[in-house]
DNA sequence: GTGAAAGCGCTAACAA
DNA sequence: TTGTTAGCGCTTTCAC
C-alpha cells in the first residue's frame, strides 16, 4: 500500500475516473446518488484524504486567514484570536498566525508571506512601531481581502473593526464625576496610535460637556505600563492642586496608580477614585477590585471575522465600500471607583 | 499586466527556462552568479512573489506546523504559542492554530485538518475532555510528526515536553513546611490528567520525606476554579483538625481559597499560608500577592518546537527514539506564603 | 451523469 | 551550467 491514497486510486478501484471521483467528493449537483456512496464508501476504506494542497492549487482558493498580532502573549490578541478562531472553524477556514512583535520589519515580513501562502485574507492588529504602509498597499494591489481590528489608522482607508474610544474616555470620565470627584486626571499612552488618542479625546469631550475645565498639568503621558502609573501619580501628588480621581488609558496603568496611592496612604474609592481600561483578567480580583472598560474581545474577533468573510464574498463583484464596524464599549465599574 | 507574476512570466523574459529560474531563486548550486543576479532582478521588476502552495505540492513541504490547543484565551496557552511561533519564523516555518476548546471531537477534527493540509509537523496540548486516541494514532500512521506540550498521556509512547509537575508539587509542599505551617492541605485536580495528579503525587512524596503523616482528609479532589477553591476552604475549615496551609493545584484555584480566607477573617499569611501554580498574571498584583510555581512557558513553547524541528529532521532517517523533555518548575515565592 | 484532457505553478531527474 | 520533460494531486472545462 502506498503512503498516500490519491483520487486516482479511488478511481481505478472503482473503474471510474478522477473527475467523477472528484465530482462525488465536493458534492457536484451532476453526480448520481449511487455513484457518490461508492465513492465515498472506497474513501473511507481506502482511509483516503483530500490533499488540501493541491486542491489549493487548482482551485486558488487555500482556505486559509492570516493574522497578524503583535503578540500571542498579551491577553487581549489571544482573546480576539479565540474570536477569530472559532469563526473560521465554523465556516470551513483555518487561521494562521504571525507575531510582528510590535516590529514594524516583522509585519512587513508577515505580510509577505501571507501573501506568497496565498491565503484568502489577512487580518491585523498593527504594530506599535511605525514606518510606511507599503506592505498594506502590496496586499490591497495583490487584491488580498484586509481587515484590520483594534489597531488600525487613520491614513489609510481600509475595512476595520474597533470598539469605539472615543465614547469609551467619554463615559470613563463622566462616570468619575458621577460618583462625586472633582479634578479628574488622566494617564494617556502613546498618542501616535490612533486608540490611544481617543481615549484622551473622549476624556477631553466629557470634561467640556459637564462644564469642567481642562487642565494640561492633569495629563500625564506614559508608556502604558506599571511603572508609568506609578509615576503618574507621583507627578499628580506633586501639584500644588491634585487630583481626586484618575481614568487611566489601560489596566495595567491604572493598577501602577493604585499601588502608589495606597502606598502613600490614601484611601481608594473614599478619597480617590480609579478607573483603567481593557477588563484585564487581574482587575477583579485585586483590593480594591479595580474598575474597567471591557472592549468586547472575543467579539471583536468574531466581527472582524465575518467582515473578512464578506470581503472575501465580495471579491469577485467589483464593491468597493470600505466598512468600519464601531463596537460598543462595556463599562464595568467596580470599587476602585463606586463610593456609595 | 497579469495579476500573479510567475517563474515562467521571468523565464520568458530572460529568455530562459523556468528551471533556471527556479534554480535561481532557490539558491541551487549549479547555477551562475550572473543569471542568478539577473533573475532577481528581473523578479523584483516584475513583483514576482513566489507561490507556496505549488512549491508546497511539488516539494511535499508545506513549511507549517499545526498546533492544537484548548484555547487561545486561556493566558497560558497563549503564552505557549508565542514561544513556538517565535522559534518557528525564525526557522522559515509558520503556524496554524487549532483549538479543541477541551472538546475531544474538535481535537480530532483539528488532527485531520492538520493531516489534510499536509502541514510538516502536529504540536498539541490534549483537551480535558478524553475519548480514545485514534486521531492520534492516525497521525503517527501518516508518519505525521507530532511533539505533545504539556497535557499529555501516559497511555501513548510520544515525544514531548512538560515541566516536571511531581517535582513542582514536592517544592510547593517543602516550602510550606519550611515556613512552619504544620498541617498542608492539597486542593487537586481532575485526576484523569497527568499533570494534575504529578502534583498530588509530588505533595505525598513531600510528607513523606518530611516524615509528616498523609492524610486524606485534608485532599479537596475541585475542578481548577475559583468556585473549587473557595468551597475547598469551606470544607477544610469544617474539619476537627484543620489545616494551616494550602497547596492548590492552579493559581485560579488559589485565588478563590485567599477570597474565602478573607472573609473568614483569616490573617495570610500568618495564621494560613497558601501557594498556586502556573504564576498567572494577577498573582503579583493581589493582596497578598500570590506564590506559585512558574511554568516556564514562552522557554515551552521554543523547547517543544525545537523537538519538532528535530523530529522533521529524523523523518528521513528510521531513528525512533522517543523523547521526553521535562522542564524544571521554578518557584515563585511572595506573601501568601512567607512568613518573616 | 460520466469521461477525456488540460493545467494550476512549481521542482527535480535526466540530458546535453 | 542550462534546457527538456514530467508530474505533484486536484479541479474544471468540454465533449458525449
Known amino acids: 500500500m502506498s503512503l498516500t491514497v490519491t483520487i486516482a486510486d479511488i478511481a481505478k478501484k472503482l473503474n471510474t475516473t478522477s473527475a467523477t471521483v472528484s465530482r462525488a467528493l465536493n458534492d457536484h449537483p451532476a453526480i448520481s446518488i449511487r455513484t457518490k456512496k461508492r465513492v465515498l464508501q472506497a474513501a473511507e476504506k481506502l482511509q483516503y484524504r483530500r490533499n488540501t494542497v493541491a486542491s489549493s492549487l487548482r482551485s486558488?482558493?487555500?482556505?486559509?486567514?492570516?493574522?497578524?498580532?503583535?503578540s500571542a502573549e498579551i491577553n487581549f490578541f489571544g482573546s480576539v484570536v479565540h474570536g477569530i478562531e472559532n469563526m473560521a472553524n465554523k465556516n470551513g477556514y483555518n487561521v494562521l498566525i504571525y507575531q510582528s512583535n510590535e516590529s514594524w520589519e516583522h509585519e512587513k515580513k508577515g505580510i509577505e508571506t501571507f501573501l506568497n501562502a496565498r491565503v484568502d485574507g489577512i487580518m491585523v492588529s498593527m504594530a506599535k512601531e511605525k514606518n510606511d504602509y507599503t506592505h498594506f498597499l502590496n496586499a490591497?494591489?495583490?487584491?488580498?481581502?484586509?481587515?484590520?481590528?483594534?489597531?488600525?489608522?487613520?491614513?489609510?482607508?481600509?475595512?476595520?473593526?474597533?470598539?469605539?474610544d472615543h465614547k469609551a474616555g467619554y463615559m470613563a470620565t463622566t462616570h468619575l464625576v458621577a460618583q462625586g470627584y472633582k479634578r479628574i486626571a488622566h494617564i494617556s499612552g502613546p498618542q501616535h496610535l490612533k486608540v490611544f488618542k481617543a481615549r484622551l479625546e473622549g476624556y477631553k469631550a466629557a470634561l467640556k460637556k459637564l462644564g469642567k475645565p481642562f487642565d494640561a498639568k492633569l495629563i500625564y503621558n506614559g508608556d502604558v505600563s506599571?511603572?508609568?502609573?506609578r509615576e503618574a501619580v507621583k507627578y499628580?501628588?506633586?501639584?500644588?492642586?491634585?487630583?481626586?480621581?484618575?481614568?487611566?488609558?489601560?489596566?495595567?496603568?491604572?493598577?501602577g496608580a493604585i499601588k502608589e496611592l495606597k502606598h502613600h496612604n490614601i484611601s481608594i474609592p473614599k478619597d480617590f477614585g480609579i478607573i483603567g481600561f481593557a477588563n484585564e483578567s487581574f482587575g477583579e480580583h485585586i483590593s480594591p477590585s479595580l474598575s474597567t472598560i471591557?472592549?468586547?474581545?472575543?467579539?471583536?474577533?468574531?466581527?472582524?471575522?465575518?467582515?473578512?468573510?464578506?470581503?472575501?464574498?465580495?471579491?469577485?463583484?467589483k464593491n468597493k465600500t470600505v466598512q468600519k464596524i464601531i463596537l460598543e464599549p462595556i463599562p464595568v465599574f467596580r470599587d476602585s471607583s463606586l463610593r456609595k
Chains 1, 2 share one sequence.
Open 60 to 70: 486558488g482558493q487555500t482556505g486559509i486567514i492570516g493574522v497578524i498580532i503583535p
Open 140 to 164: 490591497r494591489q495583490a487584491k488580498m481581502p484586509i481587515v484590520f481590528f483594534d489597531r488600525t489608522s487613520d491614513e489609510l482607508d481600509i475595512d476595520s473593526v474597533v470598539i469605539n
Open 226 to 229: 506599571i511603572d508609568a502609573g
Open 236 to 255: 499628580f501628588l506633586g501639584l500644588p492642586k491634585p487630583p481626586d480621581a484618575i481614568f487611566a488609558v489601560e489596566d495595567f496603568t491604572a493598577l
Open 294 to 317: 471591557d472592549q468586547q474581545t472575543v467579539n471583536m474577533g468574531k466581527e472582524a471575522f465575518q467582515l473578512m468573510l464578506k470581503l472575501i464574498e465580495e471579491k469577485t463583484r
